[in-house]
Each structure stands twice: as structure tokens, then as C-alpha cells.
T-cell receptor, first 114, second 114 residues
């Protein structure tokens, strides 16, 4: 079974600075998707960014970018110019290509200090 | 916008009660999921459904059942609630597996079993 590991239960960052959240996963597949989700205190989970494993280029969405290292099975999330609204739980998720279910890590709680 | 709606945000039930958690999505998604979220464990898949009347067990199906009689509605049933089922329950939906689309989540139901 695929597993997703987030080794940082909590992280904090100063407003306007950069923070990187780590994620590793275990799979024998070559085709899959990776996602970062954000869960603010209001609890609605929303997608931050996604990456297809066949793409070598790292995905970027405004202040959010990933460092996807396929050989190392690593998928970290970088948040630049952190804002107070970035404070949330962040979950890394994996979905195998041609498969329905998604697997999540344990989450990282990010605190943003003003 | 995709909307996934869970019938209750908070529920308190007694041990031994039969509990129904309801989820409705409005975007004609094929897949629907029930996850359980616990601190330090992330999201764990209970059941998912890829079509009406179809279901597959996830990682922790024991003590739960599901029903999908209509495409837009996916119900999670606790046949006889126990205190170890006190948790946050998240419903999600997505398009079929051959796309890279993400899952869309409901706001969650905090269930307390006393």
C-alpha cells in the first residue's frame, strides 16, 4: 500500500518569510499524482497545488511552489512571502494514476507569526 | 464551484446508537469518499464509491457501512456507535480516476460518541 509521510507535525514562519513543508511517499508506481491541501481553522479542505509524476517541471501557483524529486520520492511545498491567512493544517496526498482513492499524510500545522 | 455538503457540523450520539452521516455533491462526480481525521493520523479512508450502488472498502472500514443510492448522495452509517468512533468525518467527491482532478471536500462533521 502507498504511504505518505509528513515528518513535521508543526512548523512556524514569520510573516513575509519563506517556509518549506516536507512530504515523502512510498510507491512502486511510475504514474501518479501528488497534491498539497490546506485545511484552515474553518475546516474546509482546499487544494493548494498539484503535480503529475510524469512532469519534470515543478508546479507553481502564485506564492506556492513544489520541489518534486521523483527518484527520492519527495514532494515538498514552499510558501513564499508567508501571510497570516496561510496559517492552517497542510496535508500532502498521493493518488495512483488510474485509481480512485487518495492517500494522505498526517499533516503539518503551520503557524504564521506577525 | 463544486459544492460538497455534509448534513451536520456537530453531532453527539450515545454508545450503541445507529448514526447516519449524509453527504451531497452537486457536480455530478462519479467518486465519493468518506475519511476519518484524527490528530497525528491525518485522513484515513473508510469507504469510497465510484458509482451508484458501488462501494469499496478503504483502510478502516470496520464498524462502518455506506450507502449510495443516488449519484449525488453518499451516506456513512455507524451501525452501533462506540466511543472510539469519536472523530472528525470528512466527505469528498471527485471525477473519475483517469483525470488529474483533485478531490473536493465538505466542511466536516465532528462526531462525539458518549
Amino acid at each position: 500500500a502507498q504511504t505518505v509521510t509528513q515528518s513535521q507535525p508543526e512548523m512556524s514562519v514569520q510573516e513575509a518569510e519563506t517556509v518549506t513543508l516536507s512530504c515523502t511517499y512510498d510507491t512502486s508506481e511510475s504514474d501518479y499524482y501528488l497534491f498539497w491541501y490546506k485545511q484552515p481553522p474553518s475546516r474546509q479542505m482546499i487544494l493548494v497545488i498539484r503535480q503529475e509524476a510524469y512532469k519534470q517541471q515543478n508546479a507553481t501557483e502564485n506564492r506556492f511552489s513544489v520541489n518534486f524529486q521523483k527518484a527520492a520520492k519527495s514532494f515538498s511545498l514552499k510558501i513564499s512571502d508567508s501571510q497570516l491567512g496561510d496559517a492552517a493544517m497542510y496535508f500532502c496526498a498521493y493518488r495512483r494514476y488510474n485509481n480512485n482513492d487518495m492517500r494522505f499524510g498526517a499533516g503539518t500545522r503551520l503557524t504564521v507569526k506577525p | 464551484d463544486v459544492k460538497v455538503t455534509q448534513s451536520s457540523r456537530y453531532l453527539v450520539k450515545r454508545t450503541g446508537e445507529k448514526v447516519f452521516l449524509e453527504c451531497v455533491q452537486d457536480m455530478d462526480h462519479e467518486n465519493m469518499f468518506w475519511y476519518r481525521q484524527d490528530p497525528g493520523l491525518g485522513l484515513r479512508l473508510i469507504y469510497f464509491s465510484y458509482d451508484v450502488k458501488m462501494k469499496e472498502k478503504g483502510d478502516i472500514p470496520e464498524g462502518y457501512s455506506v450507502s449510495r443510492e443516488k449519484k449525488e448522495r453518499f451516506s456513512l452509517i455507524l451501525e452501533s456507535a462506540s466511543t472510539n468512533q469519536t472523530s472528525m468525518y470528512l466527505c469528498a467527491s471527485s471525477l473519475t480516476h483517469d483525470t488529474n482532478t483533485e478531490a473536493f471536500f465538505g466542511q466536516g462533521t465532528r462526531l462525539t460518541v458518549v
